[in-house]
């Protein structure tokens, strides 16, 4: 008989496959026409005198064996399934929470625009402004990285130079204004800042910097 604590059954496998197997296996190790040792007659199992009715309670095994594979088959799939729509439904959750955030700055946007006409240019600046800045802290809540390089020295893995600049007041290679803000998202760059760079290399910078220190 079968110690179903000792057989192991893979989801991956075919089901007739193996049932194909144990088959063939229970059938070589009590065929008739093979010489049975005499340590293997004195073990339990299925010998040269038992019947047909040995035979059927063998194959009911098997099939008991494949019914219980079949349904933990059944099992793991419908768990993958349950795990599946659950991703999908957090994903669904963390959009609908992003646009609950935004809905606010929408309507602000919207009474901006609707006292454009009544309001003076600066009370107008400020209140785009104070949307803008409602609108960074929406992102930055949900993980977005704003960065402003004015004034540090040109990196070209996050900065993208769209201008060269003569200032003598700023040592070469440094970011003299940004036209556009860089953003990173989860320590991925989504987009570079865009920058003007004061002319000259940060090689040159650091040779100026080494001769002023190595000066009496």
């Known amino acids: 008989m079968f110690d179903q604590d000792e057989i192991e059954l893979q989801i991956d496998e075919d089901p007739e496959e193996i049932v194909i197997e144990v088959i063939e296996d229970d059938v070589q190790e009590v065929s008739p026409d093979e010489p049975r040792t005499e340590a293997e007659a004195d073990e339990p199992g299925l010998s040269d005198d038992d019947g047909p009715a040995d035979f059927e309670k063998l194959h009911a095994e098997i099939d008991h064996l494949r019914e219980m594979y079949l349904r933990k088959l059944a099992e793991f799939d419908n768990f993958r399934k349950r795990i599946e729509r659950e991703r999908e439904e957090r994903e669904k959750l963390a959009g609908l929470e992003v646009v609950q955030d935004l809905i606010p700055v929408i309507d602000n946007f919207e009474r901006a625009l609707g006292h454009a006409s009544e309001s003076s240019l600066e009370a107008l600046e400020q209140g785009v402004g104070m949307i803008a800045k409602q609108l960074i802290d ?61 002319a000259g290399s940060t090689e040159k910078a650091s040779s100026s910097e080494s001769e002023e220190g190595s000066m009496p």
């Open 138 to 198: 929406v992102l930055e809540r949900r993980g977005l990285e704003v960065f402003n390089p004015a004034g540090e020295l040109f990196d070209p893995e996050s900065h993208e130079a769209i201008q060269r600049v003569e200032d003598s007041d700023l040592p070469p290679g440094t970011v003299a204004w940004v036209l556009a803000k860089g953003f990173r998202y989860g320590g991925r760059l989504l987009r570079p800042a865009m920058v003007g760079v004061v």
